[in-house]
T-cell receptor, first 115, second 114 residues
Framework: GDSVTQMEGPVTLSEEAFLTINCTYTATGYPSLFWYVQYPGEGLQLLLKATKADDKGSNKGFEATYRKETTSFHLEKGSVQVSDSAVYFCALSPPFPGNTGKLIFGQGTTLQVKP | DSGVTQTPKHLITATGQRVTLRCSPRSGDLSVYWYQQSLDQGLQFLIQYYNGEERAKGNILERFSAQQFPDLHSELNLSSLELGDSALYFC?????????????FGPGTRLLVL
């Protein structure tokens, strides 16, 4: 079945460091891909998305490119801040037809940014 | 703020009890999804409703049920609660853009079963 695999955390970086969180997926067809972020004590917030191959999603300095050939959707940011400390979830929504749009999540990667 | 609201924010109850979690989707969204977030299982899809009708079921226990009302708010009912039901329960509503669906999540209800 469809699945998402994220790199294990926690990832600990110093402020202004470059961030990469790896995400690979298994799915038939062309799923939509998402990154959600969960700040401490809060709910899930949509960070960015991409709905077709080679699309680049971006938001708040974060970017991720939908790579069909490597079935990946790695999250990157050029310069992290302490306020980026959170848990990041990669997720996919299987393509229509025959699906409900339910999200399949990776296990989450905790990012800790130190000043 | 995603526009999805959930109540209550926190719930503490005892084993064997029954609770109801409530979700109001964003204005105009017809679909509501329920997810469970636990330490051992991660984030898992439970059930989806679309315009009052059940559309899909995921890993939802028989002790759990849900419904969506004519005003589109949804309730998740959890009964005969066990310690292992302690988790964060999210609902999400969705919007379609160019045929692609995006889900927006509420703040969650944290359930603690003692």
């Amino acid at each position: 079945g469809d699945s998402v695999t994220q790199m294990e955390g926690p990832v600990t970086l110093s402020e202004e460091a470059f961030l990469t969180i790896n995400c690979t997926y298994t799915a038939t067809g062309y799923p939509s891909l998402f990154w959600y972020v969960q700040y401490p004590g809060e709910g899930l917030q949509l960070l960015l998305k991409a709905t077709k191959a080679d699309d680049k999603g971006s938001n708040k300095g974060f970017e991720a490119t939908y790579r069909k050939e490597t079935t990946s959707f790695h999250l990157e940011k050029g310069s992290v801040q302490v306020s980026d400390s959170a848990v990041y979830f990669c997720a996919l929504s299987p393509p229509f037809p025959g699906n409900t749009g339910k999200l399949i999540f990776g296990q989450g990667t905790t990012l800790q940014v130190k000043p | 703020d995603s526009g999805v609201t959930q109540t209550p924010k926190h719930l503490i109850t005892a084993t064997g009890q029954r609770v109801t979690l409530r979700c109001s989707p964003r204005s105009g969204d017809l679909s509501v999804y329920w997810y469970q977030q636990s330490l051992d299982q991660g984030l898992q899809f439970l059930i989806q409703y679309y315009n009052g009708e059940e559309r899909a079921k995921g890993n939802i226990l028989e002790r759990f049920s849900a419904q969506q009302f004519p005003d589109l708010h949804s309730e998740l009912n959890l009964s005969s609660l066990e310690l292992g039901d302690s988790a964060l329960y999210f609902c999400a509503s969705s919007v379609f853009t160019s045929g692609k669906e995006t889900q927006y999540f509420g703040p969650g209800t944290r359930l603690l079963v003692l």
